[in-house]
């Protein structure tokens, strides 16, 4: 670890006082507005889930999971933080220490960004910033080391940004997916980072370790993908609902997020036998696509498309923030150290969707997993959402439009910021486009 | 029967009378700092033309920015639903509607109905909207009014790099020293906001007929420009800032039919 006095690379020299009055500021805010966003999921869906109350408690950033996981990390265990969803989590697991992602939700942190990088640079890497500079972030703090994956700019340099207070490993990910040099650097890259996490945590990743490490992240992943079937019919949890249950995976205890999303499956599929649905069955179903939503304070999306009139729902989603953080499963043919060590670079390289990624057919990946639930989930209109400063997704709405164009899919490119302050503008497009899907029937 | 849309926006405010789905009278109001009173005012004018009163009125439908404002409204709908309602009414060959007003643009694509099937906004910035050529003017020293006749006497094209109305000025001056003549200017003006508006355009695809509706549409300096650089012929109705009010009081009728 660094002395605080020692001269840094980026971070600019702030006093504690001033530390201080800001955290305790933002963190004030930010429990009202975690408070106040549970309030308003649960009066859309007046009949909430019950099982709902667990994923409320862990979103809560400074309650109960925080004071855990300082109490496992009193008895030795280690906290291993992640930007990107490549992070290999099963090797951190296996290593038994925790892997938590760290990306920064907050509004007013982007502000504290500022003062290290220009407004231009995407606002979630520079509330990134600004929760390490104050502090705010419980995750980022009790993080020993951090996994720096190299996707798109923002992310490359945000990890040497935080190196300033935290080891950070980084991990080079190629931007060509299934070429075999890509795949060699990425193994390699999978072998290196094993080894520092074998270092920073003292215990050797052995066949039984990885083996149940694997398994239990494969166990996560079939409650997860229950999650995301039983809103392929009529709207039995709204999206926003859903979206918390998969995000708080980032941060939760595996094996007990496993059982309590098991235990909201059952309650769901108890109300799609007695036909409760979480709103009207006829309401338009919406997917999102692009830049990763972090709760807190940047849940203003999901919040305006479910509570728009004319209303919509949130049934489908493409963001590495929520439905692609389990989807796709490690598999393993023979659980021979060399074999699942391949399988988890290859579920982490090829099963990615992220727009960093560069090919012939543009991103056909991505284009793949879109039309395959704009099928299967029977989306009537998708949100292409990015934040500014997110320059890969915003170039990739262009071969998104032409796609879906043919396929006369309804898609609306929003734009927004780290800010409260444009909501009033973003529901005016909001609206007008749940009012387009609905005209398609009636207007 | 008779409908009313009011279209609630960021300068001022319109209202529209349709008796049987035909327009009989209009009215017109400054926003200012309360726009309710400002839509009040606008309605009362229009009734008033019409030698009616409120209580005759079926329907009122409300759109623009302010439309949860709106007095007396039963129902609202988008800008852009507006737009493309009115547009095809306008225009049945219609199937682009671009509307330019104070603070934002925007292109809505539609159908044979006139219903949007796809829209696109100005992002956030008013170098491609009315209040451009407000400050534009101001800093050419001319009224707002004088501004597109001055435009049309440009004997070559110069240009500007509108991403903002702060830098656009900044541009502007730079062209003053110069000493490019005010005509010049006055066309580089128009030419950046109608780059900033057919690139949106473009976006949604140049479907003819393309129609232009909004404030700005009376504007001959800006339509001069905006038909340069689709390269297709914009149609522009006699009242053009009155389009939203008109959807809005079409979408009304059909409220009133489906009710």
């Given at each position: 670890?660094?002395?605080?006095?020692?001269?840094?690379?980026?971070m600019?020299?702030?006093?504690?006082?001033?530390?201080?009055?800001?955290?305790?500021?933002?963190?004030?805010?930010?429990?009202?507005?975690?408070?106040?966003?549970?309030e308003?999921m649960?009066?859309?869906?007046?009949?909430?889930p019950?099982?709902?109350?667990?994923?409320?408690e862990?979103?809560?950033?400074?309650?109960?999971?925080?004071?855990?996981?300082?109490?496992?990390?009193?008895?030795?265990?280690?906290v291993?933080?992640?930007?990107?969803?490549?992070?290999p989590?099963?090797?951190?697991?296996?290593?038994?220490?925790i892997?938590?992602?760290?990306?920064?939700?907050?509004?007013?942190?982007?502000?504290?960004?500022?003062?290290?990088?220009p407004?231009?640079v995407?606002?979630?890497v520079?509330?990134?910033i600004?929760?390490?500079?104050?502090?705010?972030?419980?995750?980022?703090?009790?993080s020993?080391?951090?996994?720096?994956v190299?996707?798109?700019?923002?992310?490359?340099?945000?990890?040497?940004?935080?190196s300033?207070?935290?080891?950070?490993?980084?991990?080079?990910?190629?931007?060509?997916?299934?070429?075999t040099?890509s795949?060699?650097?990425?193994?390699?890259?999978?072998k290196?980072?094993?080894?520092?996490?074998?270092?920073?945590?003292?215990?050797?990743i052995?066949q039984?370790?990885?083996?149940?490490?694997?398994?239990?992240?494969?166990?996560?992943?079939k409650?997860?993908?229950?999650?995301?079937?039983?809103?392929?019919?009529a709207p039995?949890?709204?999206?926003?609902?859903?979206?918390l249950?998969n995000?708080?995976?980032m941060?939760?205890?595996?094996?007990r997020?496993t059982?309590?999303?098991e235990?909201?499956?059952?309650?769901l599929e108890?109300?799609?036998?007695?036909?409760?649905?979480?709103?009207?069955p006829?309401?338009?179903?919406?997917?999102?696509?692009?830049?990763?939503?972090?709760?807190?304070?940047?849940?203003?999306?999901?919040?305006?498309?479910e509570?728009a009139?004319?209303?919509?729902?949130?049934?489908?989603?493409?963001l590495?923030?929520?439905?692609?953080?389990?989807?796709?499963?490690?598999?393993?043919?023979e659980w021979?150290?060399?074999?699942?060590?391949n399988a988890?670079?290859?579920?982490?390289?090829?099963?990615s969707?992220?727009?960093?990624?560069?090919?012939?057919?543009?991103?056909?990946?991505?284009?793949?997993?879109?039309?395959?639930?704009?099928?299967?989930?029977?989306?009537q209109?998708?949100?292409y959402?990015?934040?500014?400063?997110?320059?890969?997704?915003?170039?990739?709405?262009?071969?998104?439009?032409?796609?879906?164009?043919?396929?006369n899919?309804?898609v609306?490119?929003?734009?927004t910021e780290?800010?409260?302050?444009?909501?009033?503008?973003?529901?005016?497009?909001?609206?007008?486009?749940?009012?387009?899907?609905?005209?398609?029937?009636?207007? | 029967?008779?409908?009313?849309?009011i279209?609630?926006?960021?300068?001022s405010?319109?209202?529209?009378?349709?008796?049987?789905?035909e327009?009989i009278s209009?009215?017109k109001?400054?926003?200012?700092?309360d726009?309710?009173?400002?839509?009040?005012?606008?309605?009362?004018?229009?009734?008033?033309k019409?030698?009616?009163?409120?209580?005759?009125?079926?329907?009122?439908?409300?759109?623009?920015?302010?439309?949860?404002?709106?007095?007396?409204s039963?129902?609202?709908?988008?800008?852009?639903?507006?737009?493309?309602?009115?547009?095809?009414?306008?225009?049945?060959?219609?199937?682009?509607?671009?509307?330019?007003?104070?603070?934002?643009?925007?292109?809505?694509?539609?159908?044979?109905?006139?219903?949007?099937?796809?829209?696109v906004?100005n992002?956030?910035?008013?170098?491609?909207?009315?209040?451009?050529?407000?400050?534009?003017?101001?800093?050419l020293?001319?009224t707002?009014?004088?501004?597109?006749?001055?435009?049309?006497?440009?004997?070559?094209?110069?240009?500007?790099?509108?991403?903002c109305?702060?830098?656009?000025?900044?541009?502007?001056?730079?062209?003053?020293h110069?000493?490019?003549?005010?005509?010049?200017?006055?066309?580089?003006?128009?030419?950046?906001?109608?780059?900033?508006v057919?690139?949106?355009?473009?976006?949604?695809?140049?479907?003819?007929?393309?129609?232009?509706v909004?404030?700005?549409?009376?504007?001959?300096?800006?339509?001069?420009?905006?038909?340069?650089?689709?390269?297709?012929?914009?149609?522009?109705?006699?009242y053009?800032?009155?389009?939203?009010?008109?959807?809005?009081?079409?979408?009304?009728?059909?409220?009133?039919?489906?009710?």
């Open positions: 670890m660094k002395n605080q006095s020692e001269e840094k690379k980026y600019p020299e702030i006093s504690q006082k001033e530390i201080d009055e800001l955290r305790n500021a933002i963190k004030a805010t930010s429990q009202k507005i975690i408070a106040e966003n549970i308003r649960k009066k859309t869906d007046k009949n909430r019950e099982a709902m109350q667990y994923f409320d862990i979103a809560n950033f400074f309650g109960t999971r925080e004071k855990e996981i300082r109490a496992a990390k009193e008895n030795g265990k280690k291993i933080g992640y930007m990107c969803l490549f992070a989590t099963e090797l951190i697991l296996a290593a038994d220490a892997p938590v992602r760290v990306n920064s939700g907050w509004y007013d942190a982007s502000k504290l960004g500022d003062r290290v990088v407004v231009e995407c606002p979630m520079r509330s990134t600004g929760a390490k500079m104050i502090g705010l972030s419980p995750y980022l703090e009790l020993d080391a951090l996994i720096s190299l996707t798109c700019d923002g992310m490359t340099k945000l990890g040497e940004i935080l300033d207070y935290t080891p950070v490993w980084t991990m080079t990910l190629p931007r060509v997916k299934d070429t040099q795949l060699r650097l990425w193994s390699e890259e999978i290196a980072v094993k080894g520092q996490i074998e270092a920073l945590t003292g215990n050797k052995k039984k370790q990885l083996k149940s490490a694997i398994e239990l992240t494969q166990k996560a992943t409650a997860f993908r229950r999650l995301q079937e039983l809103r392929k019919g039995v949890i709204m999206g926003r609902d859903a979206m249950v995000q708080t995976y941060w939760d205890d595996i094996k997020w059982e309590k999303t235990a909201l499956c059952d309650e108890k109300r799609v036998r007695q036909k409760i649905w979480a709103c009207p006829d309401t338009p179903r919406v997917m999102v696509t692009g830049t990763p939503m972090i709760w807190p304070d940047n849940w203003k999306v999901p919040t305006l498309i509570e009139n004319p209303q919509g729902v949130l049934v489908a989603d493409e590495c923030s929520s439905e692609r953080l389990l989807y796709d499963p490690v598999g393993v043919d021979s150290m060399k074999d699942m060590l988890i670079g290859e579920r982490y390289l090829m099963a969707t992220c727009s960093c990624f560069t090919s012939e057919d543009g991103n056909e990946d991505r284009i793949n997993w879109l039309l395959n639930k704009i099928k299967e989930w029977n989306i209109g998708v949100i959402y990015v934040v500014r400063g997110c320059m890969l997704y915003a170039m990739e709405y262009t071969r998104v439009k032409k796609v879906l164009d043919r396929m899919v309804p609306y490119y929003l734009d780290y800010t409260r302050e444009d909501v009033g503008q973003m529901k005016t497009r909001v609206e007008a486009f749940l009012e387009m899907l609905t005209a398609r029937i009636d207007i | 029967m008779i409908t009313a849309g279209d609630l926006g960021t300068q405010v319109k209202a529209v009378i349709l008796k049987d789905g327009v209009r009215g109001s400054f926003s200012g700092f726009p309710t009173k400002a839509a009040e005012q606008a309605v009362d004018e229009a009734l008033k019409a030698k009616l009163s409120l209580s005759d009125v079926d329907h009122v439908t409300a759109t623009g920015s302010g439309m949860d404002m709106a007095p007396h039963n129902s609202t709908i988008s800008m852009m639903g507006a737009d493309a309602k009115a547009g095809v009414y306008l225009f049945p060959k219609a199937r682009t509607i671009i509307d330019v007003g104070a603070e934002e643009a925007r292109a809505v694509k539609c159908d044979d109905k006139g219903i949007m099937v796809d829209f906004v992002e956030r910035c008013a170098a491609g909207a009315g209040a451009f050529i407000e400050a534009m003017a101001r800093a020293e001319v707002i009014e004088e501004m597109g006749p001055l435009s049309l006497k440009a004997e070559r094209a110069s240009s500007i790099n509108a991403t109305v702060i830098f656009g000025e900044s541009d502007v001056v730079t062209l003053i110069r000493q490019e003549t005010k005509p010049e200017i006055a066309r580089a003006i128009f030419d950046a906001m109608a780059d900033r057919s690139s949106m355009v473009y976006r949604l695809g140049v479907n003819p007929d393309v129609v232009l909004g404030g700005v549409a009376k504007d001959v300096g800006f339509v001069a420009s905006l038909k340069r650089k689709l390269g297709v012929d914009v149609l522009i109705p006699e053009p800032e009155y389009a939203g009010a008109l959807g809005a009081a079409l979408v009304a009728v059909n409220r009133v039919k489906k009710a």
